[in-house]
């Protein structure tokens, strides 16, 4: 029998996070947090931005900003550091592209206004009846 000892750089990079796993996690600290109409979008095979897309809404800015907060530290705490934030600021509407999962958090009046709910429904509902 051989004795074998596994050692890991300090240097390592961590394994990146499946966009599944980006999904649940980003879905989740929504839910627990109290964001409300959270909708995932399966975009996979049918655009080349993104796997999924997670649109969910706060009741004012300073929900949605804690919203997106929430889920920047959730995805860190897993290791996933590629992360580009936009709006946060404003808080009306805040984008954070994880990569394989883009996630939108809207005031209730930001979201309606875009729609990006029936945007992205519509449109993936007609290709794929083309198909």
Do not use: C
């Amino acid at each position: 029998m051989q004795a074998t000892s596994e050692t890991h750089s300090v240097t390592e990079t961590p394994q990146a996070l499946a966009a599944e796993d980006i999904l649940n996690i980003a879905v989740s600290a929504l839910d627990d947090n109290k964001a409300e109409e959270i909708t995932s979008i399966n975009l996979a095979g049918k655009t080349s931005i993104a796997d999924y897309m997670v649109i969910a809404s706060g009741r004012s800015q300073r929900q949605v900003a804690a919203l997106a907060d929430y889920v920047i530290k959730g995805l860190k705490a897993e290791g996933h550091r590629d992360l580009l934030v936009q709006g946060q600021e404003q808080a009306d509407w805040v984008l954070i592209d994880a990569g394989d999962v883009v996630i939108h958090i809207f005031r209730p009046e930001v979201r309606s206004f875009y729609n990006l709910d029936k945007m992205w429904g519509t449109a993936l509902e007609e290709s794929e009846t083309l198909n």
